[in-house]
């Protein structure tokens, strides 16, 4: 069997085998997924051990995106964009690196959720490597304006600047956004800490779109402060399955079909 496998600290409650070998399952690949707790200065030196021993790919999840695209020799423009990388491919003896979560998100919204970004106003809320790796794809969608906005403003100054040839990208004091937002995106992990961005309450009405990249058991602290102001809100499941779909297409360019899966996920949480 061809041996894959997802790699991070912490990884005890990575969805990802499950979805792996459910896409495995269902496109009649001969392949096995599985997880690696890795040491926090060991990262490199497992990598190189586990593609020594026939790994073909892996997924690359915190704290080790950075590195991981460090140790490409080569890049898809993605992953350039977002200078981190969570999908490893392993051919030849060259590293290829990829990063599928922007495209998750896209395909979750426009697919998933049948929400068009096109000229649309887009608020993200958070300037660390989740809003790095999800900017570029966003924009590639033609919105009208994508806005970053962070508690610490000279980062969203910077990821503006990083995306600017893409489209049109712009930073913001949070406490400075009041209206004209059609779509906000919470890619903080303060749902992690079941805390909540210092976020307007004028900016969520029933005619915006929230969407968290956190998800859990039961709705996320901002998903459901969202909901109760009448948006509809979504958590991060959905981009979750699709960007794991994006990364199987990368190593065995076939395209899964992710139907079903979030109910199947979702009843298994609970």
């Given at each position: 069997m061809d041996q894959y496998c997802v790699v991070g600290n912490p990884i005890e409650h990575s969805l990802s085998p499950f979805i792996q070998n459910h896409f495995a399952k269902s496109t009649n690949q001969n392949l096995m997924y599985s997880k690696h707790l890795v040491e926090l200065d060991k990262f490199k030196e497992t990598i190189q051990d586990l593609f020594s021993n026939g790994f073909l790919g892996c997924n690359v999840t915190v704290p080790f995106k950075e590195q991981a695209y460090a140790m490409c020799h080569k890049l898809t423009e993605r992953a350039k964009q977002a200078q981190s990388v969570n999908t490893l491919k392993y051919e030849d003896g060259i590293i290829f690196g990829d990063n599928t979560d922007g495209a998750g998100l896209v395909k979750d919204l426009t697919v998933g959720k049948n929400i068009v970004l096109?000229?649309?106003?887009?608020?993200?809320?958070?300037?660390?490597?989740?809003?790095?790796?999800?900017?570029?794809?966003?924009?590639?969608?033609?919105?009208?304006?994508?806005?970053?906005?962070?508690?610490?403003?000279?980062k969203a100054v910077s990821l503006a600047n990083h995306f600017q040839h893409?489209?049109?990208?712009?930073?913001?004091?949070?406490?400075?956004?009041?209206?004209?937002?059609?779509?906000?995106?919470?890619?903080?992990?303060?749902?992690?800490?079941?805390?909540?961005?210092p976020l307007d309450t004028s900016l969520i009405n029933e005619s915006?779109?929230?969407?968290?990249?956190?998800?859990?058991?039961?709705?996320?602290?901002?998903?459901?402060?969202?909901?109760?102001?009448?948006?509809v809100a979504y958590d991060g499941l959905g981009m979750l399955i699709e960007q794991a779909a994006e990364s199987f297409n990368f190593w065995r360019r076939i395209e899964p079909s992710t139907d079903g899966l979030i109910e199947t996920i979702r009843s298994s949480l609970n």
């Amino acid at each position: 069997m061809d041996q894959y496998c997802v790699v991070g600290n912490p990884i005890e409650h990575s969805l990802s085998p499950f979805i792996q070998n459910h896409f495995a399952k269902s496109t009649n690949q001969n392949l096995m997924y599985s997880k690696h707790l890795v040491e926090l200065d060991k990262f490199k030196e497992t990598i190189q051990d586990l593609f020594s021993n026939g790994f073909l790919g892996c997924n690359v999840t915190v704290p080790f995106k950075e590195q991981a695209y460090a140790m490409c020799h080569k890049l898809t423009e993605r992953a350039k964009q977002a200078q981190s990388v969570n999908t490893l491919k392993y051919e030849d003896g060259i590293i290829f690196g990829d990063n599928t979560d922007g495209a998750g998100l896209v395909k979750d919204l426009t697919v998933g959720k049948n929400i068009v970004l096109k000229d649309k106003t887009i608020l993200v809320i958070g300037a660390g490597g989740a809003a790095k790796g999800i900017i570029g794809s966003l924009l590639m969608q033609g919105p009208k304006k994508v806005i970053i906005t962070n508690r610490t403003i000279s980062k969203a100054v910077s990821l503006a600047n990083h995306f600017q040839h893409l489209g049109n990208v712009c930073y913001a004091e949070i406490d400075c956004i009041a209206h004209g937002v059609d779509v906000v995106i919470n890619a903080t992990s303060s749902s992690l800490k079941g805390e909540l961005p210092p976020l307007d309450t004028s900016l969520i009405n029933e005619s915006v779109v929230v969407y968290d990249l956190m998800y859990s058991a039961k709705p996320t602290v901002f998903v459901q402060f969202a909901s109760e102001l009448g948006a509809v809100a979504y958590d991060g499941l959905g981009m979750l399955i699709e960007q794991a779909a994006e990364s199987f297409n990368f190593w065995r360019r076939i395209e899964p079909s992710t139907d079903g899966l979030i109910e199947t996920i979702r009843s298994s949480l609970n």
